[in-house]
C-alpha cells in the first residue's frame, strides 16, 4: 500500500505542476510596450491606372477655323472603352470613345450641353500615338491626332 501512497504523491505532484501559467505582456511601470514582429501577409498586386489620352483635333474646313483648335481627353481607356470630353464655343462635350480590343481602328462620339455633337473616327498607330477625323453637327471638320 505504501507505493500505491508514493504513486499518487508523485502523480499529485506532476498534476499541480503541469498548469497553465499567465505572462503579462507588457511590463509594469513606466517601461515602453513591446511589440511583436508579424510575418508580412502576401498582398495581390494593384494594377496601375491606365493613362489618359490627349486628343488635339485641328481645323480642316473655314467652319472649324472659326472655331480653333480643340484640346480634349480621352480618360480611363481601359478595355477599348474610356470618356471622351472636350469644350468649345463654351459648349461642354461629353461622349465615350471605344475601339474592340484586337482591332487598331475606333469611334469616338460626344454630345454638347447646347445640343451640338461631334463623331469621331481614328485609328491608333501604337499604344500611345493615334489619328483619326472629327466631323461636327455645325459642319465643322477637324483632323485628329491622339497621344499619350
Keep these: ?3 500505491i501512497k508514493v504513486l ?13 501559467y ?7 511601470g513606466n517601461a515602453p510596450p513591446t511589440y511583436s514582429v508579424q510575418p508580412m501577409q502576401p498582398v495581390a498586386p494593384v494594377p496601375a ?12 474646313n473655314n467652319v472649324a ?7 480634349g481627353l480621352i480618360s480611363n481607356p481601359e478595355r477599348g472603352y474610356g470618356q471622351f470630353t472636350f469644350s468649345v464655343g463654351g459648349e461642354s462635350y461629353m461622349g465615350e470613345a471605344t475601339r474592340e480590343p484586337s482591332s487598331a481602328n475606333g469611334k469616338a462620339n460626344a454630345a454638347g450641353n ?3 455633337f461631334a ?8 499604344s500611345s500615338l493615334g489619328n483619326g477625323t472629327c466631323t461636327f453637327s455645325t459642319g465643322a ?8
Design 49 to 60: 491606372p491606365r493613362p489618359s489620352y490627349t486628343a488635339r483635333l485641328y481645323p480642316v
Design 22 to 28: 499567465v505572462v503579462p505582456n507588457q511590463p509594469y
Design 114 to 116: 447646347r445640343g451640338g
Design 1 to 3: 500500500m505504501s507505493n
Design 119 to 126: 463623331k469621331c473616327e481614328y485609328a491608333m498607330t501604337n
Design 141 to 148: 471638320r477637324y483632323e485628329m491626332h491622339i497621344s499619350l
Design 8 to 20: 499518487l504523491a508523485i502523480g499529485s505532484a506532476c498534476a499541480m505542476l503541469s498548469g497553465c
Design 65 to 71: 477655323a472659326q472655331m480653333g483648335t480643340i484640346t
